[in-house]
């Protein structure tokens, strides 16, 4: 069933009719699950999907409704769901066993590999997520540099531990979040993205800054921009005040270039977190950077300094299936086009998704860089064209409005009647997967999606 076969129902009723196995799971998750769901960003209104297969670009759920992926694995299927070599990988991984308990060859050539794509990477230590890598990054720039203030900047997410929390999308104040300590928040210094004044006066007020922390193309993978000339500011910035500068690649590394956002723009940070596709679509993470930074983790440095090393345990740290399709996938994207591909797909899937707004006249913009798509929802209404839409202009804008709300749930919502699947953003993450048919649905949808909206008095 589609949104076709329901001409005249709204998109909610569309979505009920062709979605009963998911509502059913839905209704008993709730009595289990807060909220019925594992990751906050899967909350939807009436009810999310339930998956049960993926290949290459698409996915289908439990009642056999088809979507073009753009949710990629939360940004970690770079090379689509079940890449052939990828999957051989992980099926040779699993046959030797799924844990030793010990050092394992993979590990050693996974981390070669990283130092060889990604260039603030001299040294490698592996973690199980991107918030144990933010975790562990703030704690050895603390470590080396004997400094407490860490500095954000207002829309970025790094993860959900306690020095992540406020600024993200609430407490852009700096307080405390729900179940954060005080004493956490006031060691964290929120900045907005792009405020030259606003850094230069944190770093003249502050002397004790251990790191700076920033999403190198923008808060949710370039969806509010950070402009180039401002990550060269922090690099100075940084430099000249002996901070550690952190960049959080998780969504970018591998992503942007095969050596991530760095590598691209240019510029090397002290540090860099990654996650997602390091590890193929399987849980992982990492922390590298330079070598004195990580020798903070270091058994024999710390014994020939006399300082106290950094702890590192964690069970499944570079766990040898997880080792083994990161490393499948970076040989990939070491050896071929698979990031420009997702790169040129991201510039056409923008471009025609605008001209149907031309068309429709709907003042909305779709935007974003790379390999990202941004629906941009114009909330307030400003008279915009999508071909001279500067989404840095309007960070104020989307950092105000809660996503998923509104409208935003609404694009959503008719998106997937129409067969493809993006986050409440709304946006999504291309895989190099992604081809003319997948397009030719996005557009397509695009403008039902529009249509309808219309048609229901959502939008004008
Ligand atoms: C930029 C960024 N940093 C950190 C994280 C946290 O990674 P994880 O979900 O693996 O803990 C994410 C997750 O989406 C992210 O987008």
């Known amino acids: 069933m589609s949104a076709s076969t329901l001409p005249n129902a709204t998109l909610t009723a569309t979505y009920e009719a062709m979605t009963p196995g998911s509502a059913a799971l839905a209704t008993k998750a709730r009595t289990l699950l807060p909220s019925g769901i594992a990751h906050d960003s899967r909350h939807f209104d009436p009810y999310p999907l339930y998956i049960t297969r993926a290949l290459g670009p698409v996915k289908w759920d439990v009642d056999n409704n088809k979507y073009v992926d753009y949710f990629g694995g939360h940004g970690a299927l770079i090379l689509g769901h079940n890449h052939p070599t990828v999957m051989k990988a992980v099926h040779a991984a699993l046959d030797r066993g799924t844990h030793f308990g010990a050092c394992h060859e993979l590990e050693v050539r996974w981390a070669e590999l990283i130092t060889q794509m990604v260039p603030s990477a001299e040294r490698v230590r592996f973690t199980s997520s991107g918030t144990e890598a933010t975790l562990m990054a703030l704690r050895l720039a603390r470590a080396y540099t004997g400094r407490t203030k860490l500095v954000r900047f207002r829309g970025h997410f790094h993860g959900w531990h306690d020095h992540m929390t406020s600024g993200h999308t609430t407490h852009f104040d700096g307080t405390a979040t729900s179940g954060v300590l005080d004493g956490i928040s006031d060691n964290v210094l929120l900045c907005d993205p792009n405020d030259v004044d606003g850094i230069t006066r944190i770093f003249n007020d502050h002397k004790d800054i251990a790191a700076v922390i920033i999403e190198p193309t923008g808060a949710n993978f370039g969806k509010m921009p950070v402009l180039p000339s401002f990550l060269t500011l922090l690099r100075e910035l940084t430099k000249a005040a002996g901070t550690v500068l952190i960049f959080d690649e998780v969504v970018t590394g591998f992503r942007v270039s095969s050596g991530g956002a760095q590598k691209a723009l240019g510029i090397t940070p002290d540090m860099t977190t990654l996650a997602k596709i390091i590890s193929g679509g399987l849980p992982g993470g990492a922390v590298v950077g330079k070598k004195d930074i990580l020798d903070w983790l270091d058994f024999k440095v710390a014994k020939a300094t006399g ?154």
């Open 307 to 460: 300082r106290e090393k950094i702890a590192h345990p964690g069970t499944f740290n570079a766990n040898p299936v997880s080792a083994a399709a990161g490393l499948a996938t970076l040989e990939i994207l070491a050896s071929t086009a698979a990031c420009e591909r997702a790169n040129a797909y991201g510039t056409a899937v923008r471009a025609k998704m605008n001209e149907v707004l031309e068309e429709e006249g709907v003042k909305w913009a779709v935007h974003g860089s790379y390999s990202g798509i941004h629906i941009f929802t114009n909330p307030d209404n400003a008279d915009i064209r999508p071909a001279t839409f500067d989404a840095v202009k309007f960070i104020p804008t989307m950092m105000a409005k809660t996503r998923g709300e509104g409208v935003t749930g609404q694009v959503r919502m008719g998106l997937l009647v129409n067969g493809v699947d993006m986050n409440s953003g709304p946006s999504g993450t291309i895989s190099a997967m992604h081809g003319e048919e997948e397009m030719a649905v996005t557009v397509d949808a695009f403008r039902t999606t529009l249509r309808a909206l219309k048609r229901e008095g959502t939008i004008a």
